[in-house]
């Protein structure tokens, strides 16, 4: 089993990202961006700047699609269900598929329509990519986390490596990758949210003051969701994700900064959202996440329909 050809769902700041790296490390046919018609239509001739470089990627309309060795699913959780079914001409047989959306559900929610065994667990962490209509700036690319579940199919898993080892994409293989998404779900339920809440940047989460007291306790609420899911989080684990936050670029916004900013929907419901449907499954009290909750839904109010 060989990766060659490359399908990316979604072109959001992710998806450009790894669709540039692709591009620059492979001939120009070798990756494409899959969209329904509508899009395609509007994307085609689209330029997109990357740190600077000016790129025109393939666009290709999902009825015109055809199977290929990877799909890289890069939207955000709002538009999974409809990804699923955008990419349905994208997967054969032999394809594998990776999810960098944020959270801890995407693969199951994709492997259900696909099968878990084309399916390698993956965790997208330590970019500071930000996205303003088709610009596209980051100083950090971070490292996609790979690692193999009881569904993992080993020879995909190791196609995915080699292909990751060719195009020199920083990649870490992870021996408990439900512990690292457990980890960069706490990480994103802290600052994404609070930067959306107190509108402000990575180095104002962090200084002392509202915003800072919120990312720690909505991280906190998380290690104890963890535990009670079996996952061993710990202070440690919320010390060094703080660690990983400060080599980000200081004014930098997460995505729900972004959304925001950019007036979009955002994905608190898989966040607060979530913590708050396995608080209730645990019996667990999670107010900062409630008010994370409330506090988003408030502010979209003001622009989202």
């Given amino acids: 089993m060989e990766i060659k050809d490359t399908a990316i769902i979604g072109m959001g700041a992710l998806g450009v990202l790894y669709g540039s790296h692709i591009r620059k490390q492979c001939k120009n046919d070798a990756v494409c961006f899959v969209m329904d018609e509508m899009r395609a239509e509007k994307y085609k001739d689209a330029v997109v700047t990357c740190n600077g470089e000016k790129q025109q990627f393939r666009i290709v309309a999902d009825s015109e699609a055809k199977p290929v060795d990877l799909v890289i699913v890069a939207v955000k959780y709002t538009g999974l269900h409809e990804a699923l079914e955008v990419m349905k001409n994208c997967v054969g047989e032999n394809t594998t598929i990776i999810s960098v959306l944020n959270g801890i559900s995407s693969e199951e929610i994709i492997g259900a329509r696909y099968g878990m065994e084309k399916i390698v667990y993956t965790v997208a962490q330590g970019m500071d990519a930000m996205k303003f209509a088709n610009v596209l700036n980051y100083t950090r690319m971070g490292n996609l986390h790979i690692g193999k579940t009881k569904d993992c199919d080993p020879e995909r898993f190791d196609a995915l490596v080699r292909f990751f080892e060719a195009i020199r994409l920083p990649y870490i293989h992870e021996e408990d990758i439900l512990y690292r998404m457990w980890g960069k779900f706490m990480l994103n339920v802290g600052i994404n949210q609070t930067c959306m809440v107190y509108q402000t940047t990575y180095s104002g989460a962090l200084s002392r003051g509202a915003a800072n007291r919120t990312l720690i306790a909505a991280m906190r609420e998380v290690i104890a969701l963890a535990n009670a899911e079996g996952v061993?989080?710990?202070?440690k684990d919320l010390n060094d994700y703080i660690e990983v936050i400060k080599t980000l670029k200081p004014e930098g916004t997460p995505s729900m900064g972004q959304d925001r900013i950019n007036k979009r929907a955002s994905e608190v419901e898989l966040f607060a959202?979530?913590?708050?449907?396995?608080?209730?499954?645990?019996?667990?009290?999670?107010?900062?996440?409630?008010?994370?909750?409330?506090?988003?839904?408030?502010i979209e109010k003001g622009y989202v329909g």
Avoid at 273 to 298: M, Q, S
């Fill in 273 to 298: 959202g979530t913590v708050i449907a396995l608080a209730k499954k645990h019996g667990l009290y999670v107010p900062e996440n409630k008010f994370l909750l409330e506090r988003v839904r408030e």
């Fill in 232 to 235: 061993a989080l710990s202070e």
